[in-house]
């Protein structure tokens, strides 16, 4: 069994930073790609940035210059580093990662946090 956790979400001021983290456990021989989607109310969920196990990123055009998204793959752990927020980023995070857990197999499961609330207010 795998599971996603994330932390570091909160209220903050426009201007402000804040840094996510999501942390896989349980059973896992290989994460491939890992990312950060966000829901805003009413809103269908979006990709906001996506790093490869190579190091390869990709971000959204809205966020692009102002997030980071970096892995610790000794940790399993990804983060989402945010500057510059603005109010049109509240939303809930959630991440997202690929995941081979057995060696003796390569199927790969596609596994989802529970989310982060994240609310850009002054």
């Known amino acids: 069994q795998v599971q996603l956790v994330e932390s570091g979400g909160g209220l903050v001021q426009p201007g402000g930073s804040l840094r996510l983290s999501c942390a896989a456990s349980?059973?896992?021989?290989?994460?491939?790609?890992m990312a950060w989607y966000r829901q805003a109310p009413g809103k269908q969920r979006e990709l906001v940035a996506r790093i490869l196990d190579g190091g390869t990123t990709t971000y959204a055009d809205s966020v692009r210059g102002r997030f980071t998204i970096s892995r610790d793959n000794a940790k399993n752990t990804v983060y989402l580093q945010m500057n510059s927020l603005k109010p049109e980023d509240t939303a809930a995070y959630y991440c997202?990662?690929?995941?081979?857990?057995?060696?003796?197999?390569?199927?790969?499961?596609?596994?989802w946090g529970q989310g982060t609330q994240v609310t850009v207010s002054s």
């Open positions: 997202k990662a690929v995941i081979q857990v057995e060696a003796s197999t390569r199927s790969r499961y596609l596994y």
């Open positions: 349980g059973t896992i021989f290989r994460i491939y790609a």
